[in-house]
């Protein structure tokens, strides 16, 4: 057993760099809520130039951004579109029904991408009977998917699909960087692809709070006003978003790092007997099923230093992120050769 655990179960456990807590310490500060905190303001400023919208608003999480912009861009009866895999169905609370009041149209697609094709086939007709279709949500990377990630011109595809069909569309960026990273693409790609998008902060680029949600003015003005009912607004929110402005200026690049770290893995988990499918990553997220009863492996991993997190269905999650070097790569790699598993899975 090692003596200290490598903590693979997300890339939400990241803790900021020295420099990024010293860009926190030296941030000017003002009330958010009474009229504006300078550093946050710069942090809204810098994101939506960097992807192309009017404007931007700092919100606590991911979620709360992705809750917010559906609340826009829908109304109480209407139906949202999604990737039947998508983190705002499953990981959001139930938040679609709870806060938007909207049903939920899922559909289907290989490794978590939706086909532009089938759009027009989940289109309710415009009937009193049925809910009105108004809202496309596409994630990127599609965490439940294995962090697979849509190129740029698939998502154009479905943007030009969606508006075609009259729907507003809605990204969930929340690893964005990690899809541009991994397709060689940049932000100004997605420009104008979506009416709406919202980036994580605090997964790949190791910031301790924060998501960014955007999109024209009006609809930041909508936003913000449900951001406030929803106990969203901040004060002196700058300490927060000078990490967000530091991740943005700095932490991009490195993500790189994590593909390959995510792929020394991958590659070291086919080799093992106990081990019976993998998802090849496109990103920093790793998928993978056993022979044994997934919760046993769970926590045996566990047990000898590795921790994992599982996701149900018989997939278990290892993430690399900010946190885990090369060293503990190797480390890893060897913990998991020496383990022996016993096939505990019980039909």
């Not at 596409?138 to 729907?167: F, M, P, Q, W």
Request: glycine share 8%; charged share 25%; hydrophobic share 40%.
């Amino acid at each position: 057993m090692t003596t200290e655990s490598i903590d693979l179960r997300s890339d939400t456990v990241t803790l900021p760099t020295v420099e990024m807590k010293k860009a926190m310490l030296e941030a000017p500060l003002g009330d958010d809520v009474i009229d504006k905190d300078p550093t946050t303001a710069r942090l809204e400023q810098m994101a939506a130039e960097i992807w192309g919208f009017d404007a931007a608003l700092f919100c606590p999480s991911g979620t709360m951004c992705n809750q917010i912009a559906i609340m826009v861009h829908t109304q109480p009866g209407d139906e949202v579109l999604c990737h039947r895999l998508s983190h705002i169905y499953w990981y959001e609370g139930g938040g679609i029904a709870a806060n938007a009041h909207c049903s939920v149209r899922l559909l289907d697609g290989v490794r978590g991408m939706i086909a532009p094709g089938s759009l027009s086939q989940n289109i309710n007709a415009a009937d009193d009977h049925h809910a009105r279709s108004s809202l496309l949500s596409l994630e990127n990377t599609v965490n439940k998917a294995g962090g697979t990630c849509y190129a740029v011109s698939h998502i154009r595809k479905l943007s030009d699909e969606a508006r075609r069909l009259g729907l507003k569309v809605h990204i969930d960026g929340a690893r964005i960087y990690n899809a541009l990273v991994a397709k060689g693409e940049k932000p100004s790609d997605y420009h104008g692809l979506a009416d709406s998008m919202s980036i994580c902060l605090s997964k790949g680029l190791g910031c301790p709070v924060g998501s960014l949600l955007m999109g024209d003015r009006e609809f930041i003005a909508k936003a913000r006003r449900i951001r406030k009912r929803l106990g969203g607004g901040m004060r002196q929110s700058g300490l927060l978003a000078a990490a967000g402005i530091y991740a943005l200026t700095h932490h991009i690049e490195r993500l790189a790092d994590d593909h390959r770290r995510a792929t020394d893995l991958a590659t070291t988990l086919k080799k093992l007997d106990w081990v019976t499918e993998v998802i090849d990553p496109e990103t920093n997220i790793i998928f993978f099923r056993t022979s044994a009863d997934p919760i046993h492996v769970q926590k045996t991993l566990e047990k000898n230093g590795i921790r994992c997190i599982y996701m149900g269905q018989g997939w278990l999650r290892m993430v690399t992120h900010l946190n885990i070097d090369d060293h503990q790569i190797r480390q890893c790699v060897e913990i998991l050769k020496g383990l022996k598993i016993e096939n505990t899975f019980i039909q």
